[in-house]
């Protein structure tokens, strides 16, 4: 059983990584910040948002004793912020202050991991902020990392595909080429351990995700000294759209993988059949105390599930939209609930003799005055509620293509760079400055930092901004 323990919706943007500690959860976001909520009634810690990263915060992870957590960013930094008061307390820059896809502490909380977009990774020291290693991966860049259990080895995966497993000392241990087509988006160990046959080594299962729609169980063999990927354990093909994020439960139990696909699939470690599927998710999290998920999505929100019967399984917020599925699967009730939350009571008789599910609440118009019969003011309060309930449900503040790929913010002036894409001039010409000279959006090298105005996708946002 899996049912809606709390609803969190604070985020401006898409949810792009979510993390529990003992006592707290974390979310983060392309809107920039972190919101941090207490793990006992998820209300938020005053201190949130944490706010200090200059782009969008694409991961976040926590110490292991949960005092501090920490954050990485399209600006090249981890930031590390204190659980107690929310202050930054430091920052570990990336050396060529790359973009940063994905980071990792240890579980001994001794080292931290950074993967960038110019196919590098870093290796910090925690306690000095010092830089350890700085690693040549791949020519791609790193979107995932982690370290084993015993924070003696880690992984890397690349948008190559490709998954390496590394000694903490910088050395290759392992690569497994092709692991996934189009690329690896996120990767996760187990945190039990098994002695192999004849006690000769310790196997760990690692799971990873990525574009080709898998989720994918390995065994990784660690000998004295050294480690190998031995062949795939797992192919777990359930969903039908790049799977981006995937982590074990606690206790080893249970892995679970969010898709573009919108769901969420749980599967037991033992038969690796799936247990439960639900919708809406991009990034997940295992509470490492209680039987809670998290999930984050690109309609913003965060939603907090309990796995497994017992008490406290109603959502601790009153029902609310954000807590219902795509509009286009809204029920009649649905939409009835809906109306209500936005104070618009009067309209309910009418839209239930009407029969007005969420597929026909989305295709409402001007001209359907059948639905509100006289009242013009009436009319314009639910056409402004129905775009932006469309608008939230996008997760973004216009179309995508009006979204700068760096900022993910609405274009203010909309330049072509060589890679033939289109950004915001102040994001890429702060991008070009750094000493990562690719594209973007392909990892290609720039073959000149000219930048074309995009006047037509300027006067395109201008006009889309005056329908609103």
């Not at 990263?53 to 004793?65: A, D, L, M, Q």
């Not at 795509?326 to 618009?344: A, H, I, M, P, Y």
Request: net charge negative; hydrophobic share 35%; charged share 20%.
């Amino acid at each position: 059983m899996v049912s809606v323990v709390c609803t969190l919706d604070h985020h401006a943007n898409e949810v792009s990584g979510c993390a529990f500690s003992a006592s707290l959860l974390a979310s983060c976001s392309g809107d920039k910040t972190l919101r941090v909520y207490s793990a006992v009634d998820f209300s938020e810690r005053p201190y949130s948002p944490l706010c200090g990263h200059e782009y969008g915060v694409h991961c976040c992870c926590f110490t292991s004793c949960g005092s501090y957590l920490l954050s990485c960013s399209t600006d090249g930094a981890i930031a590390v912020w204190s659980t107690d008061t929310g202050a930054r307390v430091s920052a570990l820059e990336h050396p060529s202050r790359s973009p940063l896809r994905a980071c990792a502490v240890a579980p001994d909380s001794s080292l931290v991991l950074g993967g960038a977009c110019d196919g590098t990774a870093a290796l910090w020291d925690f306690s000095s902020g010092t830089l350890r290693r700085f690693l040549a991966v791949s020519e791609a860049s790193v979107a995932a990392c982690c370290f084993s259990p015993c924070a003696q080895m880690f992984v890397t995966g690349s948008t190559h595909g490709t998954l390496r497993l590394w000694g903490v000392d910088g050395s290759i241990l392992c690569v497994q080429k092709d692991a996934h087509d189009l690329g690896v988006t996120c990767c996760s160990f187990a945190p039990q351990f098994t002695v192999g046959t004849y006690g000769c080594c310790v196997e760990l299962q690692l799971a990873s995700c990525g574009q080709d729609s898998r989720l994918k169980i390995w065994i990784v063999s660690q000998y004295e000294g050294t480690g190998t990927l031995t062949p795939l354990l797992h192919t777990l093909t359930g969903q039908s759209a790049p799977v981006l994020s995937c982590a074990f439960s606690s206790d080893g139990a249970l892995v679970v993988s969010g898709s573009v696909d919108k769901t969420v699939a749980i599967y037991d470690t033992v038969s690796y059949l799936c247990m439960f599927w639900f919708r809406y998710v991009t990034a997940v999290a295992m509470s490492p105390t209680k039987p809670w998920l998290a999930t984050g999505s690109m309609d913003r929100t965060v939603k907090v599930w309990r796995i497994g019967d017992g008490e406290d399984t109603t959502d601790r917020k009153l029902p609310s939209r954000s807590t219902l599925t795509l509009l286009s699967d809204w029920s009649e009730e649905d939409v009835q609930t809906w109306l209500r939350e936005e104070g618009l009571e009067e309209l309910v008789g009418i839209f239930k003799s009407n029969n007005i599910d969420g597929s026909e609440l989305s295709r409402l118009n001007r001209e359907s005055t059948f639905v509100i019969p006289e009242s013009v003011g009436l009319r314009g309060r639910l056409l402004r509620k129905v775009e932006s309930l469309k608008a939230a449900q996008s997760g973004s503040d216009g179309p995508d293509e009006f979204l700068g790929p760096i900022t993910r913010e609405l274009m203010r002036d909309p330049v072509i760079a060589a890679d033939g894409y289109s950004y915001e001039r102040e994001a890429i010409e702060s991008w070009i400055r750094g000493k990562t000279k690719t594209s973007p959006m392909t990892n290609l090298p720039l073959q000149t930092t000219l930048l074309i105005p995009n006047r037509s996708l300027k006067m395109a946002i201008a006009r889309w901004k005056s329908s609103q």
